[in-house]
């Protein structure tokens, strides 16, 4: 174990580095995309269910199959990793965006349109704070999905974690699958605690549960 | 001055029956505090939306201070109109102060103009400035979230004030408190208040003037003595004996 790490960890490094690349890469895609996304479509409930629906049957592709599809048209590598990943999170994304502008009570928005408040202010001082903690749990779920179906990519020459544990597979090499699974798994574990974190904070912030500093 | 004048006013939801209001005329002046009373479906938190036009007439117009609404732009209307509502409606995410400030800030006041106020509006209604100030609407009461709500609502001293049912949730004794309060800021500031309310001896110890509907019409709009010494039909006659003993208090409203 640790004699391979000692001799190969510039390989490790190397295919942690470049897993998130990919993973880093396809959030900001995605997150601008599905934003983009539920902007057109969240005014009507009917287009947001096909929109939703559409992406539901992508997701529901196997990752292998989807990136071998698409070979053909996109070639081998990174670029059409992150095209599949960032298909599939739009279903993630779009489905808690959506949810969560939907969540916020409509009394509330009621109240802002009555007293004068323009459409867009409304939705970014009003829905998008209030709808936060369902927009970020999307999210959350999305890197946790993409950091595991990224490892999938090296099987099209992405590169990343997958890499080692796509060698250590094929020349039985235990001390690689093991270093690889450390990796995907340490990887996933911490971005899930961060992410933990980043959703407790903007909850105390926003004082959703009205949990305020100096409360009676 | 005619504050409010509704002209031949009609609204029909799709799908609907019959008319959620139907060819509704009247006029209110200035300096009005107008009580709206009906049941659930009689038509009236749809005629208060329609003033600010979150809801638009199919037929008929709505004129404030002579202009008719539908020749403004709506976001704009609704900066010169107060509006409270019943469940809670208050920004759960921004500070009393914050929830105060939100139109004079859409307004561009300066910082200082904003803070004095918030502050002379929280003592307005009731609440000390210093205490409440920084509280989140989670932090407060029934009653003291329906204060902020007012004063809200009062911050950019609207010339029309629209209620629709505001006391409804609060408990007896915060619900008399808040409407003595309400009369007072009132009879301080003479706008005109259109205040809808399903609660009989709510309807008659505010309005000087209580417009009865049922069935989206109205059946009487009169002083609160003249209803009681006149009902127009058996329907105002029947709400009036099922608030049983009420009557007293209509006395207040004669002057």
């Known amino acids: 174990m640790w004699a391979y790490f000692e001799k190969y960890h510039y390989k490790l490094t190397e295919a942690l580095s470049e897993h998130l690349a990919i993973v880093g890469l396809t959030l900001v895609i995605s997150v601008a995309l599905a934003s983009a996304l539920t902007l057109a479509i969240m005014r009507s409930p009917g287009?947001?269910?096909i929109v939703i629906?559409?992406?539901?049957s992508i997701y529901a592709i196997p990752s292998l199959a989807l990136f071998a599809i698409l070979i053909p048209f996109t070639g081998i590598g990174m670029k059409?990793?992150?095209?599949?990943?960032?298909l599939y999170n739009q279903f993630l994304l779009i489905r808690n965006f959506i949810a969560g502008l939907d969540s916020v009570d409509p009394q509330i928005v009621e109240a802002a349109a009555g007293m004068g408040m323009p459409p867009l202010r409304?939705?970014?001082?009003?829905?998008?704070?209030?709808a936060f903690p369902v927009i970020l749990a999307g999210i959350h779920l999305a890197v946790i999905s993409t950091?595991?179906?990224?490892?999938?990519?090296?099987a099209i020459g992405a590169g990343g974690i997958g890499t080692i544990l796509f060698d250590g597979m094929r020349t039985r090499n235990p001390v690689k699958l093991v270093w690889g699974t450390i990796l995907a798994g340490g990887l996933a574990i911490i971005a899930n605690l961060a992410l933990i974190g980043i959703e407790k904070l903007a909850a105390r912030r926003f004082h959703y549960d009205g949990n305020a500093p100096g409360k009676p | 001055m005619i504050a409010i004048s509704f002209?031949?006013?009609v609204k029909r939801f799709p799908g609907a029956a019959r008319n959620a209001v139907d060819r509704v005329s009247l006029e209110i002046e200035e300096g009005e505090l107008i009580t709206v009373l009906g049941a659930s479906g009689s038509g009236k938190t749809t005629l208060l939306k329609m003033v600010n036009r979150l809801f638009e007439p199919n037929e008929g117009t709505i004129c404030l201070f002579g202009e008719n609404i539908m020749d403004k732009d709506p976001v704009k209307l609704r900066r010169g109109i107060g509006y409270v509502i019943q469940q809670i409606g208050l920004f759960p995410h921004m500070t009393v102060r914050e929830n105060i400030a939100t139109i004079p800030r859409i307004l561009k006041w300066d910082r200082a103009r904003i803070g004095v106020r918030v502050d002379e509006l929280l003592s307005l209604v009731n609440l000390d400035p210093d205490e409440f100030r920084e509280r989140y609407p989670a932090q407060l009461s029934g009653g003291q979230q329906q204060r902020v709500g007012l004063a809200r609502a009062l911050a950019a001293d609207p010339a029309v004030m629209l209620m629709d049912e505001p006391f409804g949730a609060i408990d007896a004794i915060n619900r008399s408190n808040l409407q003595d309060e309400?009369?007072?800021?009132?009879?301080?500031?003479?706008?005109?208040?259109?205040?809808?309310?399903?609660?009989?001896a709510e309807a008659f110890k505010l309005g000087n003037r209580v417009l009865v509907m049922d069935g989206g019409r109205v059946k009487q709009f009169d002083t609160p003595q003249r209803i009681v010494d006149d009902p127009a039909d058996d329907f105002v006659r029947e709400l009036l004996?099922?608030?049983?003993?009420?009557?007293g208090q209509s006395a207040r409203v004669g002057n």
Not at chain 2, 182 to 200: E, M, N, P, S
Not at chain 2, 241 to 247: D, I, L, T
């Open chain 1, 80 to 86: 059409t990793a992150v095209l599949v990943l960032v």
């Open chain 1, 147 to 154: 950091i595991g179906i990224a490892t999938i990519a090296a």
């Open chain 2, 241 to 247: 004996a099922s608030s049983g003993g009420r009557h």
């Open chain 2, 182 to 200: 309400l009369l007072a800021i009132h009879g301080k500031h003479k706008r005109t208040y259109l205040f809808v309310t399903h609660d009989v």
């Open chain 1, 122 to 130: 409304i939705l970014f001082r009003i829905k998008l704070p209030l």
């Open chain 1, 53 to 56: 629906r559409l992406f539901g």
């Open chain 2, 7 to 9: 002209d031949g006013v």
């Open chain 1, 47 to 49: 287009l947001s269910a």
